[in-house]
């Protein structure tokens, strides 16, 4: 997958969705030709919250313009009834997008720095991916 990277800590982003400073459909129109990498995680949230955190993105328009989502590794708690994987399962199966979870950014080591606005090309194979973050235009 190829395209400008936008997200950060699930907690955080999901209060700006739908305001001036979370307007990624937005960002994704005038800065974004190639599409955007929409990376989260979750510093602690349980499973219920991630899935209504993440369905609240998705009601913003954040993966409208999306290549792929990263999602982060997470030590957050599951639900009884709703595993962290099955909340974002749940918000983002259905999307048409490769998902990939547990990659290695966030609040979990090896805590890979990804630089929003950065062009990445991302390649996954065999259970193991590479990122490239290119910093100039």
Known sequence: ?????????????SLLAGSRFGDVPGFAQRHAPEGVIV???SA???APAVLRM?????LAGWFHHASGILIGRTSAEDASDLSQAEAVSRAL???GILVIVD??????????PLVNGSLADITFRDNYGTIIQH???
């Open 44 to 46: 602690g949230s349980d």
């Open 54 to 58: 993440l369905w609240s993105l998705r």
């Open 93 to 95: 199966r259905d999307l």
């Open 1 to 13: 997958m190829r395209g400008r990277l936008i997200g950060g800590c699930l907690e955080t982003v």
């Open 39 to 41: 990376y989260l995680e």
């Open 103 to 112: 990659f290695d950014i966030g609040h979990q080591p090896p805590q890979l």
């Open 135 to 137: 910093l100039a235009s």
